[in-house]
């Protein structure tokens, strides 16, 4: 059985940072694309940023360079950083895991497992 449990939200003042993580179970990690993504309250889930299981890369245009994700496939574990935090980046992130994510996109719909989501909020 698959599992993603995301940690590592929280409160923080704009300018700030914090680190997601997400623990992966139930499946081999290593060959999966993974993904973070977020939705704020009457917004449509928006694909932040995701890694494939070569290592490549791809993020949502405005928040590069500020965000940056990570695996570490020995561990089972996906991570987020996120500096330079803003109000607007306040949401619910996900974490997701796509067994074949081809095209390498943030698309949601192809990717097949997801986690229950952890709160970040960022106050002015």
């Known amino acids: 059985q698959v599992q993603l449990v995301e940690s590592g939200g929280g409160s923080v003042q704009s300018g700030g940072s914090l680190r997601l993580s997400c623990a992966a179970s139930g499946y081999t990690h290593s060959n999966y694309g993974m993904g973070w993504f977020r939705q704020a309250p009457g917004k449509v889930r928006e694909g932040v940023a995701a890694?494939?299981?070569?290592?490549?890369?791809i993020y949502a245009d405005s928040l590069k360079g500020r965000f940056t994700i990570s695996r570490d496939n020995a561990k089972n574990t996906l991570y987020l950083q996120m500096n330079s935090l803003k109000p607007e980046d306040t949401a619910m992130y996900y974490c997701?895991?796509?067994?074949?994510?081809?095209?390498?996109?943030?698309?949601?719909?192809?990717?097949?497992?997801w986690g229950q989501g952890t709160q970040v909020t960022v106050s002015s």
């Open positions: 890694i494939a299981s070569d290592g490549s890369t």
């Open positions: 997701a895991a796509g067994v074949r994510v081809v095209p390498f996109t943030l698309r949601s719909w192809q990717y097949d497992y």
